[in-house]
DNA sequence: AGGGGCGATGTTCACGTGAACATGCCGCGT
DNA sequence: ACGCGGCATGTTCACGTGAACATCGCCCCT
């Protein structure tokens, strides 16, 4: 019975029952294997063949066996579509982001990722090259005709407060890098409580100030990693000088240090980001400012890379994996409660990492 | 008739028409739009509303303004699973691969994102944490049971290999970093060209020979570039050093370089990516020896941060850009013709940016 | 031995959409 | 005036799945 070639003969024939077939005979393979061409080969009822697929009980040993091999010998696949529509659910998480490029955003999604597929969840992507609100809102509506089930939001929030009325109801949503806690559910690194750790580390060191490099000032993490460096600062009574204003790109670290190289009494720097951090550093090199000797530099994020600048860098580790594993801890709460009405702000730690580019200031 | 608030009396109503319900009158928003909500709303067949969904002619524009209103006011949207179940495609493509911390591959996986979303297609991604044949298996599999049309691969081919059954027929393959042209479509960075142009540089600077820090072994990339640097060097007839084993970290390269900072006849390296060449730098940093005046080194990649190592990295630019604009467009093309039987291999070219790093030898 | 119950399997139907076919109306030509 | 054609719209049905209900046979208990 199953010794004679069936495969040959037997998907012509559940192809052949279906109506178009093109007239083909020996050409394109076949379109698709259904419960029903499963069920057919098997000699049962399709609700068989579904009951097998989905591991319920109730279905005899040699039954389920006869099913498992008409599955295999027609490599029949379950029709998510035709499930999806059944259940009303998709089992996906759509992921709306900006630069997949940018430190972190990556392992987030990464994170999201692996996760989300450990639940059984898909995730599915929609990049948003060029930050205006029109693409934003473009995304949502994308992402509200796709079929996710939840959607994970990475990017600032205030490009967003008209965006989420273009999602379904039932849709349910997680920011990250944002503060709004109130309207979503929000995970982030602990960006306030890094800065801060970074800051205090040159103080504690004996550094009269800190200088800072920032990110751009449409992120929320590099408003926040600003803001706890003031914070620190004022509340030790040193001097604030006023922030260099960077893009989290090398280049405009490097623009930063050469203006830092000529302020004579800049003996410690907090960079948003290691690209910036690493800029600094080329320019501190260039202009013959030692590090950490002249200058103590700090960074943020705790790139890979950052162990082997010149010197290596002190910075600020974020635990991204952490941040999307939360990330998909929420979205499926909501998606499994049907609780949308507990927000709130779920913040990850970030700690300091100390390498070569931090020393005591030189005492003159 | 649009003044006293139709919002909030149509979307019960609509609601209500559906069994389940849940009884909560005010609780839960509702569930899901259907065509059939938006034509009783309108007064009209949902199949008129259907021919307005897909912008259909044959629909004055009267009734076609009522369709809209309504669709507006319940917020309706397309269910795509039942679209997906009703043409038999689904619009969406799959992503395999694994580190998308990778250089390269996120910004692949970008481009790829960017692409298929102007074309109308959504990108599911299944990431592959570690590289076993399961997993592999596992995450082709899975692929086969998701609402994919296509699916890019993005890893090493010789995992592949019996993977690729699990698929169902008629979802197309396209192949990143990989030589399996015979079988899939590849679409790949000119790896060869690239590192031939790498050597060729050096050479051509007055260097007796290049060495080389290797990526990993299991890596075609790797492989092609460091066949490619063998070859140039056999044929100018120049010794070809043994080449150190990295496995792209900048912790391999920096190991690799604290070895070739005690040959005292290298002058010039060729790393297969940009962080091993970072971590080269430290080393030969660290050991006194200077970059470009005592060893020149040449990187693969271009990351935006080679611009800003010490000193600014002479480098190999990909554009992975083009990389993933190439693999939709290569599914697509497989989608829309039907035509499985042309893999062949799509190379994109590479080029030279020559910074800081290299430098004729020390005239002794 | 007969009936009741339970376990295995089959049948029916709805999920939301859109192609194919059906209907019905209006205008134009003779 | 009557009929026919074409166009706007409605009706039916299938896509693949799985819940709910129906059926059938067997075993156990009285």
Same mark, same amino acid.
């Given at each position: ?20 077939? =093109? ?72 992921? !709306?982001?900006? =630069? ?25 992507? !929609? ?21 996710? +089930?939840?959607?994970?939001? !990475? ?12 999602? /379904? ?7 990250? @890098?944002? @503060? ?9 690194? @602990? ?24 990110? /751009? ?21 040193? /001097?604030?000088?006023?922030?260099? +204003?960077? +893009?989290?790109?090398?280049? =405009? ?20 980001? +290691? ?29 890979? @890379?950052?162990?082997?600048? !010149? ?49 005591? /200031?030189?005492?003159?």
């Amino acid at each position: 019975m199953d010794l004679n070639g069936p495969e040959q003969q037997v998907a012509p024939v559940a192809g052949g029952a279906r109506r178009g077939g =093109s007239g083909v005979p020996g050409g394109r393979r076949k379109q698709r294997v259904s419960m029903a061409d499963v069920a057919k080969l098997a000699g049962v009822s399709s609700q068989t063949v579904s009951r097998v697929s989905n591991g319920h009980t109730g279905v005899i040993g040699s039954t389920r066996e006869q099913v498992l091999a008409a599955m295999r010998e027609l490599g029949y696949r379950p029709n998510s579509a035709a499930r999806a529509l059944r259940y009303g659910r998709f089992n996906t998480i759509g992921v !709306i982001l900006f =630069s997949l490029s940018s430190t972190g955003s990556s392992r987030t999604v990464e994170a999201i990722a692996t996760h989300a597929a450990a639940e059984g969840y898909a995730i599915t992507l !929609i990049p948003i090259d060029v930050a205006t609100q029109d693409n934003v809102l473009g995304a949502f509506t994308r992402m509200g005709e796709l079929a996710v +089930d939840a959607v994970i939001v !990475i990017m600032e929030i205030h490009l967003l407060d008209t965006a989420t009325v273009q999602l /379904p109801p039932g849709v349910h949503v997680v920011v990250v @890098d944002s @503060d709004a806690g109130d309207r979503y559910g929000v995970v982030d690194t @602990d960006q306030a409580d890094g800065a801060r750790g970074a800051v205090r580390h040159l103080l504690e060191l004996g550094h009269r100030t800190v200088w800072h490099v920032s990110g /751009p000032g449409s992120s929320y993490a590099a408003q926040r990693r600003a803001q706890a460096w003031r914070t620190v600062l004022e509340a030790a009574g040193r /001097p604030v000088p006023v922030p260099l +204003d960077g +893009d989290w790109s090398a280049e =405009s670290g490097y623009t930063a240090g050469l203006r830092l190289a000529e302020e004579p009494d800049c003996t410690a720097v907090f960079a948003a980001n +290691d690209q910036m951090a690493l800029g600094l550093l080329r320019a501190f090199h260039e202009r013959g400012r030692s590090v950490p000797a002249d200058i103590s530099v700090v960074g943020f994020d705790d790139t890979p @890379d950052a162990a082997f600048f !010149i010197p290596p860098l002190t910075t600020v580790h974020q635990d991204f994996a952490e941040v999307g594993r939360r990330c998909v801890e929420g979205v499926l709460r909501q998606i499994r409660t049907g609780d949308d009405s507990r927000p709130g702000t779920d913040l990850v730690p970030a700690r300091l990492v100390v390498r070569d580019s931090t020393a005591p /200031p030189r005492t003159t």
